[in-house]
């Protein structure tokens, strides 16, 4: 086996060649393209400047810094009302990545940064894991937790 480091930027599948960037071309008899999978929005591409993906370690320190920053501006917030919002953190989808990532979120609140700050208290943070269908982890258990639904004035 061979193994190459380059960027692939298309196929010509009549002459059975990979046109790598750069211009060069490596000919093949059988082509399997597993290329990995990118996060989806199922149509809603508008949220992604609010809720980055977490599929490589890019984004993971992306998500890292954000959650930081937020804390970091909770400190010098003044007014309770936005400052728990800053507390308050999302995380979309509870299969395995949403809840491991709640759990990380949590456990940094809580222990990580716990008296790292003067104003706030990390562990008021709340993290709110939020699924479409009746479980967490739906494609894991048929035990795992099932979701509560929302009222307009709290939870069900
Ligand atoms: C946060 C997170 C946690 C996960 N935890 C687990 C777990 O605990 N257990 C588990 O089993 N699975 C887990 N997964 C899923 C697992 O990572 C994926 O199922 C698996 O990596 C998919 O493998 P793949 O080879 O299809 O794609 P990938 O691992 O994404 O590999 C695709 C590769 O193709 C390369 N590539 C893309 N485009 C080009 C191009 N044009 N030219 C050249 N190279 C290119 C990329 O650089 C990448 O290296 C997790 C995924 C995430 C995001």
Same mark, same amino acid.
């Given at each position: 086996?061979?193994? #190459?480091?380059?960027?692939?930027?298309?196929?010509?599948?009549?002459?059975?060649?990979? #046109?790598?960037?750069?211009?060069?071309?490596?000919?093949?008899?059988? #082509?399997?393209?597993?290329?990995?999978?990118?996060?989806?929005?199922?149509?809603?591409?508008?949220?992604?400047?609010?809720?980055?993906?977490?599929?490589?370690?890019?984004?993971?320190?992306?998500?890292?810094? $954000?959650?930081?920053?937020?804390?970091?501006?909770?400190?010098?917030?003044? /007014?309770?009302?936005? $400052? &728990?919002?800053?507390?308050?953190?999302?995380?979309?989808?509870?299969?395995?990545?949403?809840?491991?990532?709640?759990?990380?979120?949590?456990?940094?609140?809580? /222990?990580? #940064?716990?008296?790292?700050? $003067? =104003?706030?208290?990390?562990? /008021?943070?709340?993290?709110?894991?939020?699924?479409?269908?009746? &479980?967490?982890?739906?494609?894991?258990?048929?035990?795992?937790?099932?979701? &509560?639904?929302? $009222?307009? =004035?709290?939870?069900?």
């Amino acid at each position: 086996m061979t193994t #190459l480091l380059g960027t692939v930027v298309g196929v010509d599948a009549a002459a059975k060649r990979v #046109l790598l960037e750069g211009g060069d071309a490596i000919s093949y008899d059988t #082509l399997v393209l597993a290329t990995g999978a990118r996060h989806a929005y199922f149509g809603h591409d508008e949220w992604e400047p609010f809720a980055p993906g977490l599929k490589t370690l890019e984004d993971a320190t992306t998500i890292r810094r $954000r959650i930081l920053l937020g804390f970091e501006q909770a400190e010098r917030e003044t /007014d309770p009302e936005k $400052r &728990r919002a800053l507390m308050t953190l999302v995380i979309i989808g509870g299969g395995p990545t949403g809840v491991e990532l709640a759990g990380t979120i949590a456990e940094l609140a809580h /222990d990580t #940064l716990k008296g790292e700050f $003067r =104003n706030i208290d990390t562990r /008021d943070a709340r993290v709110v894991l939020v699924e479409a269908g009746e &479980r967490l982890l739906p494609v894991s258990s048929r035990n795992s937790p099932p979701t &509560r639904r929302m $009222r307009c =004035n709290g939870w069900a």
